[in-house]
């Protein structure tokens, strides 16, 4: 008895060993877990994030497109707080539309405003963009230091998510620039990131790991795309840059990146911006060829704007007129004088107006082959 039981002793002490083995940790310092939170983790399809910039003064109805892009009241003062914020958004809510609010950031000690931060959540929104061009050095926005922003940005996070949890938070905005002239303001822009990062994880969170490469980042393109030259594709070439600096693939880019504004130039592109006809030709063109590559790539994407407005860089050309009217297809001439045949999964449609054009286009029609030299003829 006594060998029988010293011959199992052994058996489990080797067997312990053997699995303390197998157990043991392996050298070095244990390595950090990025936890990546994109688009589609939230149950939301990045392809289906298809809208249009909206405006506080009234409800507009833009049949048959998705989202709307709507501005809190630090954006300019908007007016949207409180309850009129909570009647805009359930008024796109009864059209069918999802909102995405953007939240300007102010500069002093308002950027850190809890009260108002609530008050945004709770208007209900269906995502929220924390900051707008914050990158940006100029009179008519705010520039907010990285390790500021860093600040801001975890508090507006975090305020949004503890009333809606899952709902898509956007990083700010990357200002316009083009691709090759800009390229070293588009590196200025990382390098902004990468400094908000070093911040984030040396005093937002000592020690964390947070990493802007797992956020979702707000993009605007400002570019003639399209016009004057077919082969013109400001947005194609900010994808290829930041898919490269985000170390994606292209087709993954919708998991961290939302086009919150794409519009045609209108202020020092070269264009001539008294002549109507060159400037109705490249808005149009502008618009189809970014509708276009977005839904190639499937990534998120809100057209600027939805009405025409006065801006302090001039006219914005939206789809529909200043009284939210529609437009023709080729603005500097009357409704019906150019129209286009879409090819859609329900058919062939006659489009002439804009706002009847960016809807089936989100839908998944596609213009004729031949649609720029119509436009411009």
């Known amino acids: 008895m006594t060998k029988k039981f010293l011959v199992l002793f052994i058996v489990v002490l080797i067997g312990s060993i053997l699995l303390a083995a197998c157990q043991a940790p392996s050298s070095g310092p244990p390595q950090p877990t990025v936890t990546v939170t994109t688009t589609s983790s939230y149950g939301l399809s990045p392809a289906s994030v298809l809208g249009i910039q909206g405006d506080a003064s009234t409800i507009t109805s833009y049949p048959g497109i998705p989202w709307v892009r709507l501005a809190y009241q630090t954006c300019n003062s908007t007016g949207l707080s409180g309850q009129p914020l909570k009647n805009t958004i359930q008024a796109y809510h009864n059209q069918g539309m999802h909102v995405l609010l ?3 950031q102010v500069s002093g000690s308002g950027l850190f405003n809890t009260q108002q931060l609530k008050d945004a ?13 914050q990158m940006k050095q100029s009179a008519t926005t705010t520039y907010i230091a990285p390790a500021d922003f860093a600040s801001f940005y975890d508090l507006c996070q975090k305020t949004v998510q503890n009333a809606h949890s899952g709902i898509p938070v956007i990083l700010g905005a990357l200002d316009p620039w083009v691709v090759p002239n800009d390229d070293a303001h588009l590196m200025q822009q990382v390098q902004y990131l ?14 964390g790991h947070w990493d802007w490469r797992s956020q979702i980042l707000g993009l605007i393109d400002s570019w003639h795309n399209g016009y004057p030259d077919s082969s013109t594709n400001n947005l ?3 994808y290829h840059f930041w898919s490269q600096q985000l170390n994606v693939p292209i087709s993954s880019l919708g998991d961290h990146i939302w086009v919150i504004e794409g519009t ?8 001539n911006a008294g002549d109507a006809r060159q400037a109705a030709i490249s808005h149009i063109l502008t618009l189809i060829t970014d509708v ?11 057209y600027f704007s939805g009405k025409d407005f006065y801006s302090q860089i001039g006219l914005i050309y939206g ?4 009284n939210g009217h529609p437009k023709p297809i080729r603005q500097d ?3 019906n004088a150019r129209t286009l045949m879409l090819s859609c999964p329900s058919g062939n449609s006659v489009i002439a107006d804009q706002e009847q054009l960016l809807a089936k286009l989100y839908s998944g029609c596609t213009p004729p082959a031949n649609y720029a030299s119509i436009l411009a003829s």
Request: glycine letters at 12%; hydrophobic letters at 35%; one cysteine or more.
């Open 319 to 322: 789809i529909l007129d200043v």
């Open 292 to 302: 276009r590559t977005t839904m190639k790539y499937h990534v998120p994407f809100f």
């Open 264 to 271: 045609g130039c209108v202020s020092g592109c070269g264009l």
């Open 333 to 335: 001439l009357p409704m």
């Open 194 to 207: 990468d400094a908000m990062q070093s911040a984030m994880n040396s005093s937002v969170h000592p020690g």
């Open 102 to 104: 953007t939240y300007c």
């Open 236 to 238: 194609l070439q900010l």
């Open 121 to 133: 959540t709770q208007g209900g929104a269906d995502a929220v963009q924390c900051g707008n061009e």
